[in-house]
């Protein structure tokens, strides 16, 4: 594997019975970038994420860590946020810390001092010797996310690790994951919340119903998509707006974007403006966020787990 790719994935599938949660993967991720795993929930980036760790192996394709197998020396190299939260607790804050540090291989007296310094950070520093099952489920995550970096992984892998945090928090982590970024750390995290992910990713790899829709640099991305949006702004009856060449209508600040077809003819759509008599404003091709992006080309697929049966999407919520 080439130095530059910190992450690869080689025609990866993944089974659980007769449910295929992840089918013919391929992805490569490059040292020292943002990394988007983005889709629907039951869309298979958990069942990804625990592969790339070894928590769980392929069925077909071949998955490549930091140069070669997942194995124990190279996990520990990595950061893992599961997107189960897990603590100990019985243990105090700060005890459980030191003891994450201590199996990441820090020395009890570095973890403490690092612990610390993270407790202060997260204004968590007046429950370190409390029992962890005396704070808050938010207070519980930034325990968990703490106990992820503390040993200062060249590799951070969240998996959806915004979810439950209030609007302050998730402004917090995403500096902190910024942070990590402008010191070289590669970092890949899921979500299906594709506005955040369009703030922080530099690369991302959509997926829904278990296959890749498409991947690469966000802004190559943007730029290729750049055709398949137009805002709209206009006075008078709306009805011109549908047509062939229109996927879906989106309002906007004052207007409507339309998301189109791919190979659309947009100029169509002016024409039946101008002759169904509506004031037309403004008409521009514009950069697509990265959720019309995304709906342009999973559509009507990407519903995420509401078709599948209720074992199945436990099946993947845990897997």
């Known amino acids: 594997m080439s130095s530059d790719i910190a992450i690869r994935l080689e025609g990866v599938t993944k089974r659980f019975g007769e449910h295929t949660a992840v089918r013919d993967l391929h992805m490569s991720i490059p040292r020292g970038c943002i990394y988007g795993l983005l889709g629907p929930n039951g869309s298979g980036k958990t069942t990804t994420l625990r592969m790339i760790m070894g928590i769980l192996h392929p069925d077909e394709g071949v998955v490549r860590l930091l140069g070669g197998d997942p194995d124990d020396i190279r996990q520990k190299r990595v950061g893992y946020l599961p997107e189960e939260r897990g603590v100990y607790r019985k243990m105090k804050v700060l005890e459980q810390l030191e003891f994450m540090g201590e199996i990441r291989g820090l020395a009890r007296k570095e973890a403490a001092r690092r612990a610390g310094d993270w407790l202060d950070r997260l204004g968590l520093g007046d429950w370190k010797e409390k029992k962890v ?3 808050s489920k938010g207070m519980q995550q930034k325990v ?3 106990a992820t970096v503390i040993h200062d992984p060249e590799l951070l892998i969240l998996d959806e690790p915004f979810s439950g945090l209030d ?4 402004d917090v982590l995403e500096d902190i994951v910024r942070e990590f970024h402008r010191r070289g750390t590669t970092i890949l995290f899921s979500t299906h919340l594709m506005a955040q992910a369009e703030q922080l990713c530099e690369y991302v790899c959509l997926i829904s119903k278990a296959e890749k829709v498409l991947d690469g640099a966000l802004k190559d991305l943007k730029a290729q998509e750049r055709e398949g949006v137009v805002a709209v702004k206009f006075d008078g009856s709306d009805g011109w707006l549908a047509g062939p060449e229109v996927a879906s209508i989106e309002k906007v600040d004052r207007g409507v974007h339309l998301l189109l077809h791919e190979g659309a003819d947009h ?6 403006g101008v002759e169904s008599g509506a004031v037309i404003h403004h008409f521009e091709l514009v950069e697509p966020s990265l959720h019309e992006i995304f709906i342009r080309h999973a559509g009507g697929d990407a519903v995420g787990d509401a078709g599948l049966p209720r074992d199945l999407q436990r099946a993947e919520a845990v897997s």
Do not use: K, S
Not at 167 to 170: D, E, F, G, K, R
Not at 267 to 272: K, N, V
């Open 144 to 146: 968990q996310f703490i």
């Open 133 to 135: 099952e005396d704070l």
């Open 267 to 272: 100029q169509a759509i002016l024409r039946r």
């Open 167 to 170: 609007p302050i928090n998730q």
